[in-house]
């Protein structure tokens, strides 16, 4: 039977074990990424804070571990990815509009070019210059986003994201659900040339 | 505990402080600890050695500001935040982070074509006290004791009650650091904002670091050659510690 | 008499004729008037008569700055000039030139809150200011040299830390599109051929005193760490132009460059500038490159550092380092300007070799920098540059001079877009060698009054966006529908306001523009998004007032309206709203002149007026409305024919302007068949007297 005096000693080591689990959690959103579940139990156990292997009766510490450091901690959201893996993040250093990119980017590239000149076109409303997507966090290679462009093209479901290129060769896009080509295309000209003379 | 045991723990004190910056070896310094130490300020039991004897700051700082000189955009905010927070007052003239003075052509100035500066290749050096460890030569300088070590981060301090506004802390220090604050005819220097610089605070392009204490004076050229006198009676306390 | 902070209490007067120098107490004579601006109208207004002409020795040439120079309020760093402009056409009136860096608060910490320049010198001088040292001194030797020579030699006798204030050969010649530079980068366009003609070369300032902070120093620190938290980047952009982890929003216009894997690739060793979290005061400075902004991309392999003028955390001004440009055309390898400034030598061509973003863009940039800011030429906002493009390529330039002067000129390198070609142009302009160069120094309205040229067919062209009285656009309809062009009209040199396109470019979702809009103007509808403009209302008039009001406000107290007002934040938690009270809090604060922001915008609206009253005495009409406040044909105009008030043009309608014209006379309390200031709107902001000069003058609607 545990005195209180080792009840003490226990508690703190555990509390101090979720700080640092919800500062990993914080760090990486920091950083404009989620960790996930897997992540996390790796990071315990590369520093032996659980154990490798659960003595046989002894309940996992690990899930406990997770969902205290969640309630501790407002900031820290669970979301599932595509894959069904739970991913954490802070909402203090990952705004809403940067997870769904992230999540975006877990799913297919034609839908996160899609699903963000969408946004984009929305929004703002403006179309979106080509290269964006070969930035972070998109991160798509020059080979990928023509290809991905000649894919959408084909498809029924993104007939809507067209382009349109400025006067000195920059192509932008837009979806037609939220701006009309004459206004997509004056937008892209005056934001990559107007703006650009008339400083 | 009679005289020569009061030393040695002194010395023992001093001795375990962080990183001793000290020409001898601790054999030699016991060796000679039979010697008398007088006024070590930061331990005050021993303060009652008597108000003539003079102050010898022994302790090193505990916190030091350092700057990265790339990173410098030359904004003066960390002059304005030092004179504006601390004095309430705007005088870059007397900010105890020296920039302005190298912003336009580097440390040496249009004569020194250091090629630096704003009008050069655009390297700004920000001037810093070194919170120098033993001897400080703005202190020892002082012919009034008026520099003083001050927690929380063992700054060297004007003391504003004894400074006579003499202006000898200023051609003491190799690095041209002391302040002068003509409306009040006192002289001034970096106290480290009691352990919360506010340069560093107020930095907008993260130049300035608040750190540990570390030796910069072998860092950092001088800027001057110093031409203060040291007084017979901190000349001859020197003597006391340091002749064989 | 009550002591105030921020002030130093004296203003300094030079009569350069008779080489008297005398303070006058700024408290008692200019206190309701701040600075800046403000100030300079006043002198103008009470000592300078109508038939004054710039160059004449009775001419003014005020350096005006504020109380809030030389704090720690952000970006404070701003000296307004106002003379005569001698570019404005068909008379000269009054303008203000704008100049950054140093001068300001150094003339602060010297102990003066301006400088009052008249009469002229019987040879070339220039002006010590030592603290209360005030010399006038022999300039022989610095005369004829550019300015950064006439720096270098001024700093060898008062030493590095002095700022020098100086004009170049095109300000000695006369040549009306003149500056006068400070702390090697900022220029103050249009009054240089004014300090000329006084034989003024420079002003040197060293100074050591201080400012007070009338308030608590503890307050004052926690008001000016809440004005950085809601601070943007330059222009007050509120978003990053990338997505960012803590960004709800990006705007690839935004002038928020930093990301992580962008660097100051220049800078030795190169430094990230990351994810600039704006809540991170410690990185304000990293978040604007307008080398990027202004060069393209490859900005960022050219990019020392940033700088700026004092106490400012933005630093528009990129330090850029382009060694080909000093290998291929022998001009420093480093250079800093922002805008028209830095865009001075590029703006003279059609086209590179290779394209518009390449390196022949960024050279061309260095060696106009360096030239026209050693010169001291000012482009106009670059219509010096619009205008050369059309004379040349419409064929006007072959035919107005000699054959042998045309051939002087290197076309083909002009035409291939070869910086060299700037060696043949600017040395010319500056030293009035020639028809062409002398016609291009005149400024836009004489360069076509002189070559017969027609100012009508000017105004129809869109491309060359120049507006009247030799001045061009300055963020007219293209950014902010009838506001930007009611601002326009409002001036006799380009407006120079950022109020509303700090707002509306900020990169904000037209949602979250329209609740900042409704909050302060009473309407969501007071902005439209770019392209999709919509008729005219109250809001955007209340709008209008607002910008031009804050615009004198902070010219007269020294504080930066690229920045100010702060009607938008970067913080999510603020639902992106700035605090439109703030220049009330810092000027209430520092000076200890308590004013709430309204009080303080009935200082903004005085001396806004004072402005309207010179302009209309020194026209000799107050039929503003149509001989003033005129709009040029191109704003009606769209290349496409689409209709008005659709999606996807920006061209307005006439007659909405003019019932635009009829609500913003009406905000401001102004007659509205003449646009001129009624004897109430005068008294109503104090200025009785201003009215009764009028009155008499029958220049009262």
Known sequence: MPSEKTDKKELQPEEALRQRVAELVRVKSRDGQFTS????????????????????????????????????????????????????????????????????????????????????????????????FSHSPFDLTREEIPACLRQMADREEYADIQQTTTSIGTVYLYSTLHLDRDYASMLAEWLDVGQFNNP | MDNRDEKHEILERFLGSAELNHPFSRRQ?????????????????????????????????????????????????????????????AKPSMARIKVARNMNFGPKGIYGQSGQGNWGNGLITQDLCKQCP????????????AIVMKGPANARVVDEAKCIGCKMCQKACPWEMLSFDDDKNKATKCFLCDGKPKCVEACPADALAYVAWRDMTDKVPARMVPTAVVSPEKAASCNECHKK | MAKFGGWTGKTLRVNLSTGKIWTEDTIEKYKDYLGGTGLGYKVIWDEMKPETKPFDPESRLIFGIGPMAGTGAPCNGRTAITSLFPTCWPKPLVGTGHMGGQFAAELKYAGYDSIIIEGKADKPVWLSIVDDKVEIKDARKIWGQGIR???????????????????????????????????????????GAVMGSKNLKAIGVRGTGSITIAGDKGEWEKLLKYNLSIMGANNNHAVPSSPQPWAEYFNPGSRWKASKGLRWEAANPPIDTGACDPHDLNRIAYRTNNAVTYLGDIGWSVTV???????????????????????????????????????FGRSFFKQFPDGPRGLTNVEACMVGMHMADDYGIWCNYSQL??????????????????????????????EKGDPSFLFELLPRIARKEGELATVLGLGTGYLLEKWGLSEAEWKKDKDLVYWKMSHPKHHSNEDCGQCGVILNTQYNRDCQCHSHTNLVRGGLPIQVQKKIAEDLF??????????????????????????????????SLSLCNWMAPYATSPLKERGYKGDDTIE??????????????????????????????????????????????????????????????????????????????????????????????????????????????????????
Not at chain 1, 99 to 107: C, F, I
Not at chain 2, 134 to 145: E, F, I, L, M
Not at chain 3, 386 to 407: H, M, N, P, Q
């Open chain 3, 305 to 343: 550092r940033e700088n700026v003028c004092t106490g400012c955390p933005i630093r528009c001004h990129p330090m850029i380092k382009v060694p080909s440009a000093k290998a291929k055309y022998g001009v420093p390898e480093i250079g800093m300007n922002t805008c028209g400034g830095l865009n």
């Open chain 3, 584 to 701: 009330a809090k810092l000027y209430s604060m520092a000076t200890g002149g308590k004013k709430n922001p309204e009080e303080l915008d009935v200082v903004a609206e005085r001396i806004f007026n004072l402005h309207r009253a010179l302009t209309i005495r020194d026209m000799g009409t107050k039929e503003m409305r149509e001989k003033h406040d005129t709009i040029p044909d191109w704003v009606y105009y769209d290349p496409d024919k689409k209709p008005v008030y659709t999606k996807g043009t920006i061209h307005l309608d006439k007659q909405d302007m003019q019932l635009a014209m009829d609500m913003y006379y009406e905000v401001m309390g102004w007659d509205k068949k003449t646009g001129a200031p009624t004897a109430d709107t005068y008294k109503k902001v104090g200025l009785a007297r201003v009215a009764e000069d009028l009155g008499k003058k029958n220049l009262l609607p």
């Open chain 3, 149 to 191: 020579r006439a720096t270098a030699e001024i700093t060898q006798e008062l030493g590095p830390e002095a700022c020098v204030a100086a004009i170049g050969q095109a300000g000695e010649n006369l040549v009306p599109m003149s500056v006068i530079m400070n702390s090697y980068s900022h220029s103050a366009g249009g009054n």
């Open chain 3, 522 to 555: 009473g309407t969501p509808d007071a902005v439209d998004a770019v392209g999709a403009f919509t008729p005219m209302n109250t809001g955007k008039a209340k709008m209008t007032k607002w910008s031009l009001l804050r615009k004198e406000l902070h010219d």
């Open chain 2, 134 to 145: 033993h001897p400080v030569p703005c202190a020892t300088a002082c012919p009034n004791d």
């Open chain 2, 29 to 89: 310094f016991l060796k000679i600890s039979g010697v008398s130490i007088v006024g070590i300020s930061a331990l005050s039991p021993l303060f009652a050695r008597g108000a003539t004897k003079p102050l010898v700051i022994m302790e090193q700082a505990k916190g030091i500001v350092i700057a990265d000189p790339t990173r410098c955009v030359a904004c003066r905010r960390c002059e304005l935040a030092c004179t504006e927070f601390n004095d309430g007052k």
């Open chain 1, 37 to 132: 579940r897997t992540e996390i139990r790796q990071y315990l156990l590369d520093r032996q804070l659980l154990p490798s292997q659960p003595k046989e009766g002894e309940p996992d510490q690990f899930q406990p571990l997770l969902v205290k450091t969640l309630e501790e901690n407002g900031d820290l959201k669970e979301l599932s990815g595509k894959d069904g893996v739970p991913r954490y993040y802070s909402s203090v250093y990952l705004s809403d509009s940067y997870v769904r990119l992230l999540l975006r980017k877990e799913g297919d590239p034609l839908s996160m070019i899609a699903e963000t000149v969408r946004e984009n076109s929305l929004v703002y409303p403006r179309p979106l210059p080509l290269t964006t």
């Open chain 3, 385 to 414: 540059q619009r205008d050369f493009v059309k004379l040349y390529y419409e064929g006007t330039i072959k035919a107005k001079i000699s054959d042998k002067e045309f051939k002087s000129y290197s076309w083909s390198k002009y």
